[in-house]
């Protein structure tokens, strides 16, 4: 029998069970969380298996453990479940009135000029516009976006190993600049190299990410070790509070750090960073139809783009 063919025999309650017991890894949770019988959900899965005669879950001592079709039923499962959600979202906006809403996921770079723009003059055009936005790193983002979870993620473009599936837009190019407290004892200090930080403490993005691999490759560069002694954290106000009241050195986007140093906590190093000069972007799922509210952001987002990058140039 063709595996698509039974795959048009599920119902979405069929989805929403396999998906939950995905996340969940154990019949009993997943029964409390759908609210459902531990028997009706066993039923549920076995009708499942048997509509597309395949096995889905190992059953163990434990709980149960995908099969390789059913962690890759589980992802396709995840994002139909959030696009009917969102549509019927849209279907309740129209008939209430409303505009809609959009959820967009941020890293650092995105977070400090480009995005409060973009949502401050998109909520002078349409206020009642609803915009959840999660901040993390690629490694949290582009999982949420590839489910449904985020409409968009906005940062530093990643380098792929596995772009299949997502379309990347770029808007403008970031640096990034060392800073510390002011009254820190490097600060102000010229003729400053790599090898003077050394025996400070640093805040650091997680090994894993973009920015990250760029700090450590512009001390290799030079013949030295990248900083051992760190704090990682992608948390701005876990960053923000240890450098006004430490020692530490933290990396941070030009447009965040310029902001501090106006603010008159925050100084920034003379010493150039050229390897983490990286572009930043829009990452959307390619075969998706945006909705209309995403659809809004990302002009808007166009917009702030084009008035940062004259800015840089004026």
């Known amino acids: 029998m063709d595996f698509t063919q039974t795959a048009h025999r599920l119902t979405v309650r069929h989805l929403r069970v396999v998906a939950v ?33 395949v096995i889905l879950f190992e059953r163990t001592n434990r709980g149960v453990v995908p099969t390789p079709i059913g962690r890759k039923l589980a992802a396709h499962a995840r994002l139909i479940l959030a696009q009917i959600d969102k549509a019927e979202q849209e279907v309740a906006d129209l008939r209430d009135g409303t505009v809609g809403q959009v959820a967009i996921g941020t890293l650092l770079a995105g977070s400090a000029g480009l995005l409060p723009q973009a949502i401050r003059d998109l909520q002078r055009e349409q206020p009642d516009l609803v915009i959840r936005v999660e901040e993390g790193t690629n490694d949290m983002l582009m999982p949420a976006l590839r489910s449904g979870e985020l409409d968009l993620v906005l940062g530093r473009l990643p380098e792929f190993r596995d772009r299949e599936g997502l379309k990347q837009e770029y808007l403008t190019d970031d640096a990034a600049w060392i800073v510390v407290r002011c009254g820190h004892p490097l600060a102000g200090r010229k003729d400053l190299s790599l090898a003077d930080l050394l025996d400070f403490e640093w805040i650091l993005p997680g090994q894993s990410t973009t920015l990250r691999r760029q700090i450590d490759k512009a001390f290799r560069d030079e013949g030295l070790e990248p900083p051992g002694h760190s704090v990682e954290t992608v948390s701005f106000l876990t ?7 430490t020692d530490y050195l933290a990396v941070w986007p030009v447009q965040l750090a310029e902001l501090e140093i106006m603010d008159g906590s925050i100084a920034a190093l003379d010493i150039p960073l050229p390897t983490v000069r990286r572009p930043i972007g829009i990452t959307t799922r390619a075969a998706d139809v945006m909705s209309p509210a995403a659809a809004r952001l990302v002009e808007s987002l166009r917009r702030a783009a084009q008035s940062l990058n004259g800015k840089a140039l004026a």
Not at 31 to 52: G, H, I, P, Y
Not at 239 to 245: F, G, K
């Open 21 to 53: 017991i995905h996340a969940e890894g154990n019949l009993m949770r997943a029964a409390t969380v759908l609210n459902m019988t531990q028997s009706a959900v066993t039923k549920a899965l076995q009708d499942a298996e048997m509509q597309m005669d």
């Open 239 to 245: 960053s923000r509070w240890l450098l006004r009241q």
